[in-house]
């Protein structure tokens, strides 16, 4: 346990490092200059020497990522050139957006998908199995952000139920703000319900395709207590797998969902740092992502191993 | 059976997703009608872009005027609605007769939202931080005649000017000067303290900026109470907000294409307005084969403005012949000097030496209006045998390299700086235009005050550009609001970048 926990930690560390280089490397080499994007077309020349001293940007390319790395280890993510605000703070407002939605769109997707799963492999072949690979082949297909403005014509501008877009922030109170993360989780959670229900499906066949399972059915237990008792908990291995990539995804990915919802997630700062050439926040939040990304992989491997004692057997 | 079964049902749930853009069509869904307008004193406003922070004196991004001005900060001219020059932080002034002393009388009771008075002592603060060393003012030009600011009593400022300069008042008027407290200056891009009758309320970043109505303003108080921004940059969303009743108005707006459904619905109001966005196909006069005039020549007659205009902008622009917007005196009508004519065109081409024309690029920045214009006008030098490859780039790339490195052939922008005709004088800009007999109307300009007299030098520089077919001179940006049609006060046009809230009232 104390090895795997090592390897991890390093596997982070180096993960972090090496996403912080070539971020910083790529935005050096990109045309572009975040004190030219602040002043516009009518700045002098005198003007944009005294705006990039002020962002510290008058220092050479090693130092300033060594600033950068100096003030992370001291727990200092930087604070933003464009923003001129800590780099922390606008993450964390972002998350508040991000992190919620995610969670919404992950409990709907797989409280959508595990049923319809096991609901086809149950049926295969037969009509519900088909209803199920039907809404899983359109899910695929239909791009989120279109399913995003289906949403909004028919539930904001037809119904009025939801906002159309937009975050009104947590303290407009808990309804107001989960209300307008409804629609947008669900834009997201139906291609990823999609994905996860075919996922279950062809997991519980191959499961249902084993000796155990046929030794189970021949000692009389019954159809549905094979499914959820003993191929369900053995599908889920997968299932967990591809759950863990979509939480990634949701986190970052979102961005053309966000933007169609006018949501202030942590996709869209990515984006528009980016654009702004703000190299402290695209280095900040993609550290996080990193970081974020590696901690959710090794949480999967923990929850699958715990699931399945083969590889530690064989470790 | 079971087979049947969910065939039905699939035909039903195609069925039922088919009707769903059917129903929004025709309107036969509900829809919200309560708090349509009546008796409210909250008003939403929707703009495209957030802007980066919310100090107008530190930043080009044109959002961040159009949240503050007028609202927020004030300024000691300001710009109304017609563009005029009226009183603002300044009640009246007057100019010496060599146009190289201005006195300004301030207007008494003016209160920074955080009670510090708006005196003499913050205008000055205001003008010399915005000139001084180290300034990061993105207009800094603005300022640069001023020779020294001075404050005789709390309630009279005398700028001192080392030359004249003709626009320095209209300057004044710009969100660039707005009139700053020493106490809150270096926190105004968080938390902005300005003079005006809307206060700072909250930010929920990448969402909204919250104006409250500031009780102790000293002028004529607002009709609304609260004024949200929300910014909205995809087109789809515009046209959901405003149809949802979640945005009142959408200012600048570009989804041209839906704007007949809007007009076609009573309960919205649909303006065509001005703005001062000259729209170029800029030309790099530096570099071959554009350093010919003939060449450039060639390039005005083989666009096709008419087409140009119902195709980028459905028809919502008005065509211009050189750098200056119609609406504004000493316009000059040039628009008839280079019809489209591509066989006059391809002759001038051949004179030029490219009887088989050439192949060059054509860069285009974000803006729709950008790249629409550019796909079109590719299309257009082809008929000539200009052979332009398309190339879209960033931002931050279009300034880095075309505007601050000139390395470019063609590209297309809109230059929304009001009155920005000067830019062709200047010993270096972008489009390497370089023309002393241009320079000397620019100086004659600025000792001018004679409102004939600078109308005459206008027109002489607009006719030198055109004449030098210095740039594809295409069209102006038009400025278009689609508006919930129980609010009135908005602007219709935009001379200055701004939305000045402050007459806006529910009817």
Same mark, same amino acid.
């Given at each position: 346990?104390?090895?795997?926990?090592?390897?991890?930690?390093?596997?982070?560390?180096?993960?972090?490092?090496?996403?912080?280089?070539?971020?910083?490397?790529?935005?050096?080499?990109?045309?572009?200059?975040?004190?030219?994007?602040?002043?516009?077309?009518?700045?002098?020349?005198?003007?944009?020497?005294?705006?990039?001293?002020?962002?510290?940007?008058?220092?050479?390319?090693?130092?300033?990522?060594?600033?950068?790395?100096?003030?992370?280890?001291?727990?200092?993510?930087?604070?933003?050139?464009?923003?001129?605000?800590?780099?922390?703070?606008?993450?964390?407002?972002?998350? $508040?957006?991000?992190?919620?939605?995610?969670?919404?769109?992950?409990?709907?997707?797989?409280?959508?998908?595990?049923?319809?799963?096991?609901?086809?492999?149950?049926?295969?072949?037969?009509?519900?199995?088909?209803? $199920?690979?039907?809404?899983?082949?359109?899910?695929?297909?239909?791009?989120?952000?279109?399913?995003?403005?289906?949403?909004?014509?028919?539930?904001?501008?037809?119904?009025?139920?939801?906002?159309?877009?937009?975050?009104?922030?947590?303290?407009?109170?808990?309804?107001?703000?989960?209300?307008?993360?409804?629609?947008?989780?669900?834009?997201?959670?139906?291609?990823?319900?999609?994905?996860?229900?075919?996922?279950?499906?062809?997991?519980?066949?191959?499961?249902?395709?084993?000796?155990?399972?046929?030794?189970?059915?021949?000692?009389?237990?019954?159809?549905?207590?094979?499914?959820?008792?003993?191929?369900?908990?053995?599908?889920?291995?997968?299932?967990?797998?591809?759950?863990?990539?979509?939480?990634?995804?949701?986190?970052?990915?979102?961005?053309?969902?966000?933007?169609?919802?006018?949501?202030?997630?942590?996709?869209?700062?990515?984006?528009?740092?980016?654009?702004?050439?703000?190299?402290?926040?695209?280095?900040?939040?993609?550290?996080?992502?990193?970081?974020?990304?590696?901690?959710?992989?090794?949480?999967?491997?923990?929850?699958?191993?715990?699931?399945?004692?083969?590889?530690?057997?064989?470790? | 059976?079971?087979?049947?079964?969910?065939?039905?049902?699939?035909?039903?749930?195609?069925?039922?997703?088919?009707?769903?853009?059917?129903?929004?069509?025709?309107?036969?869904?509900?829809?919200? #009608?309560?708090?349509?307008?009546?008796?409210?004193?909250?008003?939403?406003?929707?703009?495209?872009?957030?802007?980066?922070?919310?100090?107008?004196?530190?930043?080009?991004?044109?959002?961040?005027?159009?949240?503050?001005?007028?609202?927020?900060?004030?300024?000691?001219?300001?710009?109304?609605?017609?563009?005029?020059?009226?009183?603002?932080?300044?009640?009246?002034?007057?100019?010496?007769?060599?146009?190289?002393?201005?006195?300004?009388?301030?207007?008494?009771?003016?209160?920074?939202?955080?009670?510090?008075?708006?005196?003499?002592?913050?205008?000055?603060?205001?003008?010399?931080?915005?000139?001084?060393?180290?300034?990061?003012?993105?207009?800094?030009?603005?300022?640069?005649?001023?020779?020294?600011?001075?404050?005789?009593?709390?309630?009279?400022?005398?700028?001192?000017?080392?030359?004249?300069?003709?626009?320095?008042?209209?300057?004044?008027?710009?969100?660039?000067?707005?009139?700053?407290?020493?106490?809150?200056?270096?926190?105004?891009?968080?938390?902005?303290?300005?003079?005006?009758?809307?206060?700072?309320?909250?930010?929920?970043?990448?969402?909204?900026?919250?104006?409250?109505?500031?009780?102790?303003?000293?002028?004529?108080?607002?009709?609304?109470?609260?004024?949200?921004?929300?910014?909205?940059?995809?087109?789809?969303?515009?046209?959901?907000?405003?149809?949802?009743?979640?945005?009142?108005?959408?200012?600048?707006?570009?989804?041209?294409?839906?704007?007949?459904?809007?007009?076609?619905?009573?309960?919205?109001?649909?303006?065509?307005?001005?703005?001062?966005?000259?729209?170029?196909?800029?030309?790099?006069?530096?570099?071959?084969?554009?350093?010919?005039?003939?060449?450039?020549?060639?390039?005005?007659?083989?666009?096709?403005?008419?087409?140009?205009?119902?195709?980028?902008?459905?028809?919502?622009?008005?065509?211009?012949?050189?750098?200056?917007?119609?609406?504004?005196?000493?316009?000059?009508?040039?628009?008839?000097?280079?019809?489209?004519?591509?066989?006059?065109?391809?002759?001038?081409?051949?004179?030029?030496?490219?009887?088989?024309?050439?192949?060059?690029?054509?860069?285009?920045?974000?803006?729709?209006?950008?790249?629409?214009?550019?796909?079109?006008?590719?299309?257009?030098?082809?008929?000539?045998?200009?052979?332009?490859?398309?190339?879209?780039?960033?931002?931050?790339?279009?300034?880095?390299?075309?505007?601050?490195?000139?390395?470019?052939?063609?590209?297309?922008?809109?230059?929304?700086?009001?009155?920005?005709?000067?830019?062709?004088?200047?010993?270096?800009?972008?489009?390497?235009?370089?023309?002393?007999?241009?320079?000397?109307?620019?100086?004659?300009?600025?000792?001018?005050?004679?409102?004939?007299?600078?109308?005459?030098?206008?027109?002489?520089?607009?006719?030198?550009?055109?004449?030098?077919?210095?740039?594809?001179?295409?069209?102006?940006?038009?400025?278009? #609001?689609?508006?919930?049609?129980?609010?009135?006060?908005?602007?219709?046009?935009?001379?200055?970048?701004?939305?000045?809230?402050?007459?806006?009232?529910?009817?």
């Amino acid at each position: 346990m104390l090895a795997f926990a090592l390897r991890r930690g390093l596997t982070l560390a180096l993960t972090a490092w090496l996403a912080s280089v070539v971020v910083f490397a790529a935005l050096e080499l990109v045309p572009g200059d975040p004190a030219l994007m602040m002043l516009g077309v009518n700045a002098q020349p005198d003007t944009l020497a005294a705006l990039r001293a002020q962002m510290g940007l008058d220092a050479p390319p090693l130092d300033r990522y060594l600033r950068w790395a100096g003030g992370l280890l001291r727990g200092d993510l930087g604070t933003s050139l464009t923003y001129a605000r800590p780099v922390a703070d606008l993450v964390a407002e972002r998350l $508040v957006v991000t992190l919620p939605l995610a969670l919404l769109s992950l409990v709907m997707s797989t409280a959508a998908a595990i049923p319809l799963g096991l609901l086809a492999a149950a049926r295969r072949g037969r009509g519900g199995d088909w209803a $199920v690979l039907g809404f899983a082949q359109i899910g695929v297909a239909l791009p989120s952000f279109w399913i995003a403005i289906l949403l909004i014509l028919v539930f904001s501008v037809g119904l009025g139920w939801f906002p159309a877009g937009g975050f009104p922030g947590w303290e407009a109170g808990v309804w107001p703000a989960l209300r307008a993360l409804i629609l947008p989780a669900l834009a997201l959670a139906i291609p990823e319900a999609a994905i996860l229900a075919r996922v279950t499906r062809t997991a519980l066949l191959d499961t249902l395709g084993e000796d155990h399972i046929r030794t189970a059915r021949a000692k009389g237990v019954g159809r549905a207590a094979v499914l959820l008792g003993h191929a369900l908990p053995n599908a889920l291995l997968p299932v967990a797998t591809v759950l863990g990539l979509q939480l990634s995804f949701l986190v970052a990915g979102a961005v053309v969902v966000e933007n169609v919802f006018t949501l202030p997630g942590l996709g869209r700062l990515l984006y528009q740092a980016i654009g702004q050439r703000d190299v402290i926040v695209v280095q900040g939040v993609v550290l996080l992502l990193a970081v974020f990304v590696v901690l959710v992989n090794a949480l999967v491997d923990i929850a699958c191993a715990a699931a399945d004692p083969r590889p530690r057997a064989l470790s | 059976m079971m087979q049947t079964r969910a065939r039905r049902l699939a035909v039903a749930a195609g069925m039922a997703l088919m009707a769903v853009p059917l129903m929004i069509a025709t309107g036969t869904t509900g829809g919200p #009608t309560a708090a349509w307008g009546q008796g409210r004193s909250d008003l939403v406003i929707g703009m495209p872009l957030e802007p980066p922070h919310l100090d107008p004196t530190a930043g080009a991004a044109a959002a961040i005027k159009e949240v503050t001005y007028a609202n927020l900060f004030e300024t000691l001219v300001r710009i109304d609605a017609s563009g005029a020059m009226v009183p603002g932080l300044a009640q009246s002034w007057t100019v010496s007769a060599d146009g190289l002393s201005y006195r300004f009388a301030l207007r008494p009771g003016a209160r920074f939202h955080d009670g510090a008075p708006c005196d003499a002592a913050a205008v000055k603060f205001s003008l010399d931080r915005a000139r001084g060393a180290e300034s990061v003012n993105a207009q800094k030009g603005y300022f640069a005649a001023i020779a020294a600011v001075e404050t005789p009593d709390p309630h009279s400022v005398v700028v001192t000017l080392s030359r004249p300069d003709g626009l320095f008042l209209f300057h004044l008027g710009a969100g660039d000067a707005a009139i700053v407290s020493p106490a809150s200056a270096a926190g105004n891009k968080q938390k902005p303290v300005g003079t005006g009758p809307f206060k700072f309320d909250r930010w929920v970043a990448g969402d909204r900026v919250v104006l409250a109505r500031n009780p102790e303003y000293d002028g004529a108080k607002p009709a609304l109470e609260r004024v949200s921004f929300r910014f909205i940059s995809d087109a789809a969303a515009q046209i959901a907000a405003l149809k949802a009743g979640d945005v009142d108005a959408f200012l600048q707006f570009n989804a041209f294409e839906a704007l007949p459904e809007f007009r076609n619905d009573p309960k919205f109001t649909v303006t065509v307005g001005t703005t001062e966005g000259e729209t170029l196909l800029s030309i790099n006069n530096a570099r071959k084969p554009f350093d010919d005039v003939r060449v450039r020549r060639a390039l005005a007659h083989a666009i096709d403005r008419k087409t140009l205009i119902d195709g980028v902008l459905y028809g919502n622009g008005v065509a211009i012949g050189s750098h200056f917007p119609p609406h504004r005196d000493g316009y000059v009508d040039l628009t008839g000097l280079y019809p489209y004519d591509p066989a006059k065109a391809k002759a001038l081409l051949a004179e030029a030496g490219y009887p088989n024309g050439f192949d060059t690029t054509l860069r285009l920045p974000p803006p729709p209006y950008a790249r629409r214009s550019g796909e079109l006008i590719a299309a257009m030098l082809a008929e000539v045998g200009v052979r332009a490859a398309v190339e879209p780039v960033e931002w931050a790339a279009w300034l880095e390299k075309t505007f601050k490195g000139k390395d470019f052939d063609l590209t297309v922008i809109a230059h929304t700086e009001p009155l920005d005709i000067d830019v062709y004088a200047r010993d270096s800009y972008y489009f390497n235009y370089r023309n002393p007999a241009f320079v000397r109307l620019e100086e004659e300009l600025n000792r001018t005050q004679d409102a004939g007299r600078r109308k005459a030098l206008y027109g002489q520089q607009q006719r030198m550009l055109a004449e030098d077919a210095v740039n594809g001179f295409l069209f102006m940006l038009p400025f278009v #609001t689609v508006q919930n049609a129980k609010l009135s006060g908005l602007w219709v046009n935009r001379p200055v970048q701004a939305n000045d809230l402050t007459g806006v009232a529910w009817k």
